[in-house]
């Protein structure tokens, strides 16, 4: 039998930066940014385990932006109070 889909919820419990919803239905997949070391995640709308996607530490990220396609993102954090942005 299939599962209905709730109306909300938590994906998870970190702080994050931006997130971008990836696929439709039961196959949709959420892609987030965690805000304390800049790794993304991905969770799917049925799990609740989220996977992590990447390793790399980039700390103070002030926000994440997934472009439309979802292939590419960018995080804009401070270093010694300049604004810089990676990609």
């Known amino acids: 039998t299939e599962r209905e889909l709730p109306l ?14 990836v696929g439709s239905g039961t196959s949709s997949l ?23 996607l990447t390793n790399t530490t980039l700390v103070k990220i002030r926000d994440s932006i997934f472009t439309a396609d979802g292939k590419y993102l960018i995080n804009n954090y401070l270093n010694n109070g300049t604004l810089l942005s990676q990609g």
Do not use: C, H, M, W
């Open 8 to 21: 909300f919820r938590k994906l998870t419990d970190r702080s994050i930066t931006g997130f971008l919803p």
């Open 30 to 52: 959420v892609r987030y940014v965690d805000a304390e070391n800049g790794n993304l995640f991905e969770t799917g709308f049925l799990q609740d385990v989220s996977r992590r």
